[in-house]
């Protein structure tokens, strides 16, 4: 099948613009990589250092320094149900290895934080960044430069991007992806809104809250319905750094382990030493993000992936940015119908057929690039697979994805879709530049236009909710909201409150700096404003009573005010320093200060810069050839 011309497009657009920086990184591998296993470059202290508390055989594997040994770096916390069940995998992926004559080391960990927990409270400021601070975990656990080759064991929100950050920033080491799984399906996703949508109206109590709570989030995995978590998995599958539908098999579970197994040899078998070596930083590439792009986009993903495949890609040396993902999404079909594009949940779109229909559907009809390395070593369409047990219960087997939908409410192909669109559009104007999701917005409330009410916090604008102030039409406004200002938490507690004003007839709207993540609904929302204001972002203009006009259909983000008047306004400004402190907060004070703007990844790190001719990496076993390489030469010696 031929490609879109506008996958094309898009994908040459970025390779071009991504030259300068992808060489820079590309050239960081090339001078990362040894001559043999990656602990040779160690004098004897270190080594000894490295595998003192080691197992005796496993220690004599290491002594040998000629077999690979794999880092495990996980997200393990028995708090969060996602990641309680990675308690066992280390002990599984340590005798999976073996099998294949290698070894396994737990080399670090990576902290995990919730924002089902933390949502309205201080701690979610933290969360955005903590996406970067768990890149910079993994980083510590792989500077001991003990291995060869990596699992990375995550799931939610920051975790995943986090982690994929940091195996980007050692890219010359291949990395495989291990998900833990979603929970098996309890309270339907519908009725834990209504149970909410009742709560915002006070007629039920915080009893009757907690108990639906409770019911739809029961047991050990990822909560069910698509949000970021979610979203996660669909991307590590599309982007091949799964094993192929390992994505939403739930914990706990033969066939969990036996993938688990397999991706730990997988990993231990594509390193330097062998004939399929693949490293992350060369299967990550300009056409596996556009497909990462495309993947969310036909699935109704998280927004928050605007912010984190642009930090991802940025890691690698690639530059995207909402253009990209606005130029797809017209062209890209919505497949899928899952909460809150839907009713139905993970296990449900798994059931129908899952992420291998998907990705099968989208390359019949030239919307993903085949034409990409992954942890296989293969293109994408040996992804377009469903595992089962293989015989005795033994070890995995994969077979095609089924050719028709198992339930084609849920799920459905590529000709016959929900949408034309992938849902989610850019939105700009003399208010800045804004993510709209609406694939989950009514054709009648993707426009509205209406006067501003501003509020400097989700909290002010609550107290006003539940005094009964809000009961017309209004667009509101909530600034102060961004990464620079307060770590750009996630605004859920307006979601229930603005779907009862609209579900009552009244047109609302929500435009902020702040984030609604993969929780976005049926009320149009612009999010993620850039620039925000404390970056001069013209959000801090907005006045109580200023028409605004959002429109996904036009792409407009308007406040419809005389220019003059406009640009004669002082900007806004507000009391922050209750983010500042308490909770932990003051030690994220230089994230908050060196934050780039949302639509550059609301990221402190950089792009790939060249390396000074100077300075060697290895000084005790440089690399034989270190010109600055390419996708195209690592491909050549492969085959070679």
Not at 304 to 309: Q, R
Not at 340 to 346: H, I
Not at 456 to 468: I, L, P, V
Request: aromatic residues 6%.
């Amino acid at each position: 099948m031929a490609l879109h011309p506008v996958l094309e497009t898009v994908t040459a657009r970025i390779i071009e613009r991504s030259k300068p920086s992808r060489g820079a990184y590309l050239a960081h591998l090339e001078a990362a990589r040894i001559k043999g296993v990656q602990r040779g470059a160690l004098s004897c202290t270190n080594l000894a250092h490295g595998f003192a508390a080691f197992p005796a055989n496993d220690k004599l594997v290491l002594k040998e320094v000629k077999k690979p040994s794999v880092a495990i770096i996980s997200s393990y916390n028995d708090m969060l149900s996602a990641h309680q069940p990675f308690e066992g995998y280390p002990q599984l992926i340590k005798q999976a290895v073996r099998e294949v004559g290698a070894v396994a080391q737990f080399a670090g960990g990576a902290p995990a934080m919730c924002d089902g927990v933390t949502q309205g409270q201080p701690g979610m400021e933290l969360s955005l960044f903590s996406r970067d601070a768990i890149a910079m975990a993994a980083a510590v656990a792989l500077s001991h430069n003990m291995f060869d080759s990596a699992v990375y064991l995550g799931v939610c929100d920051k975790i995943v991007p986090g982690l994929l950050i940091g195996a980007l920033h050692f890219g010359h080491l291949p990395a495989v992806f291990v998900p833990a799984g979603p929970m098996t399906t309890g309270l339907s996703n519908s009725e834990k809104a209504k149970i909410r949508q009742l709560y915002a109206q006070g007629k039920v109590g915080r009893e009757e809250l907690l108990e639906g709570e409770a019911k739809s989030y029961h047991g050990a995995g990822t909560c069910t319905f698509y949000g970021t978590a979610n979203s996660n998995q669909m991307l590590m599958e599309v982007m091949g750094l799964h094993l192929p539908g390992a994505a939403f098999i739930s914990p706990n579970t033969p066939l969990r382990d036996e993938l688990t197994k397999a991706a730990a040899r997988r990993a231990a078998v594509i390193t330097a030493q062998s004939d399929e070596y693949l490293p992350v930083g060369h299967v990550v590439d300009e056409k596996s993000i556009v497909n990462a792009i495309v993947a969310l986009l036909t699935t109704g993903g998280s927004t928050n992936h605007t912010l984190h495949l642009v930090a991802i890609a940025k890691a690698a040396g690639i530059v995207i940015d909402w253009n990209d993902f606005d130029e797809l999404s017209r062209v890209v079909p919505l497949l899928t119908r899952i909460y809150p594009n839907g009713d139905a949940d993970v296990n449900h779109f798994h059931a129908a057929g899952g992420t291998g229909f998907v990705i099968r559907e989208l390359l019949d009809a030239g919307l993903l690039h085949d034409d990409v390395t992954t942890i296989l070593g293969k293109g994408l369409r040996a992804h377009a697979a469903e595992p089962f047990l293989g015989e005795n219960g033994q070890g995995v087997v994969w077979k095609d994805a089924p050719l028709e939908s198992g339930d084609e409410k849920v799920l459905r192909k590529a000709g016959a879709p929900f949408s034309a669109d992938g849902g989610m559009v850019l939105v700009k104007g003399n208010l800045g530049r804004a993510v709209m999701k609406v694939s989950a917005v009514k054709p009648e409330h993707r426009t509205v236009e209406a006067p501003a009410l501003v509020f400097n916090s989700q909290e002010a604008f609550m107290a006003d909710y539940k005094a009964g102030k809000l009961d017309r039409d209004f667009v509101a406004v909530i600034r102060f909201q961004g990464p620079r200002a307060n770590g750009m938490p996630e605004l859920h507690a307006l979601t229930p409150a603005l779907a009862n004003l609209q579900d009552a007839g009244r047109h609302v709207a929500l435009v902020t700096d702040g984030r609604m993540s993969g929780a976005s609904g049926k009320v149009p929302a612009a999010i993620h404003v850039s620039p925000e204001i404390l970056a001069g972002g013209p959000l801090g203009l907005v006045r109580d009573g200023d028409m605004i006009r959002l429109c996904a259909n036009t792409g407009t983000l308007e406040a419809l005010v005389d220019s003059a008047a406009w640009h004669a306004r002082a900007m806004a400004t507000a009391d922050l320093s209750p983010n500042q402190v308490g909770m932990g907060r003051e030690l994220f004070a230089m994230f908050r200060n060196s934050v780039c703007e949302a639509e550059k990844g609301a990221t402190t790190f950089p792009l790939p810069s060249p390396i000074p001719t100077t300075v060697g990496l290895h000084d005790q076993d440089p690399v034989g050839n270190t010109v600055p390489g390419s996708d195209e030469d690592f491909s050549m010696k492969k085959e070679a």
